[in-house]
């Protein structure tokens, strides 16, 4: 999504056409919400496979 080079995929076209339905910000919303998702799933990943590591664990107030 951030390389710029998905506007000639079918998703890309999937997306503009998102963009004569509904209003950028809803728009701007769908497209954050799955990076989101990302994010998250890659730092439980990473917590997960430190707790089977035996390292430490951040405390949850810390980046």
């Known amino acids: ?3 710029g080079q998905m506007a000639a995929t079918r998703f890309g076209a999937y997306l503009r056409s998102l963009q004569t339905r509904f209003p950028g910000t809803v728009v701007a ?4 919400l799955p990076r989101v998702q990302l994010e998250l799933s890659i730092r439980a990943k990473g ?3 430190a707790r089977e590591a035996g390292l430490p664990l951040p405390s949850p107030g810390t980046r």
Do not use: Y
């Not at 919303?29 to 954050?32: Q, V």
């Open 1 to 3: 999504m951030l390389s």
């Open 47 to 49: 917590m997960l496979m």
């Open 29 to 32: 919303d769908m497209l954050c």
